[in-house]
């Protein structure tokens, strides 16, 4: 019997799957017993001697369905994350500051300051930063 056990996993080796999914049938275990060679074990596969079982329980081959911002289609796809809107709001505010602090209207250490303060999420948009700019900075 023990010899049985290393044929059919020797059986299993040669067809890919596990020592559990090999089924040899019981009246041809003599004819298993000369199996040597990959050629002999798919002699008893085509004779049906040899057959490999189905799958039992769940199969793992379902795949999620992939939802990125590439992948979308229709008119929602100006949806933007937060990441995106906060990157948008941020890049216009430094932009401004950027073109203040170049014409002169505000200086190196005003801008650095409400530099930091736009990273720190102060301002809710480039109108309300200009409004705390003119009621704070420019008296």
Request: glycine share 8%; proline share 2%; charged share 40%.
């Amino acid at each position: 019997m023990v010899n049985v056990k290393n044929k059919r996993r020797l059986i299993a080796r040669y067809l890919g799957v596990g020592v559990e999914r090999v089924w040899i049938d019981p009246e041809a275990v003599d004819e298993v017993m000369d199996i040597d060679t990959r050629e002999d074990v798919l002699i008893l596969v085509r004779r049906g001697v040899v057959k490999v079982k189905k799958i039992k329980g769940q199969k793992h081959e379902v795949k999620k369905r992939k939802r990125g911002p590439g992948s979308r289609k229709g008119p929602k796809t100006s949806r933007m994350s937060k990441k995106e809107r906060w990157m948008q709001r941020v890049r216009a505010q430094r932009k401004l500051l950027r073109y203040l602090r170049d014409k002169g209207y505000i200086t190196r250490k005003q801008y650095r300051i409400l530099y930091m303060r736009v990273k720190g999420g102060m301002f809710r948009s480039k109108a309300h930063l200009l409004d705390y700019i003119k009621e704070n900075i420019w008296r």
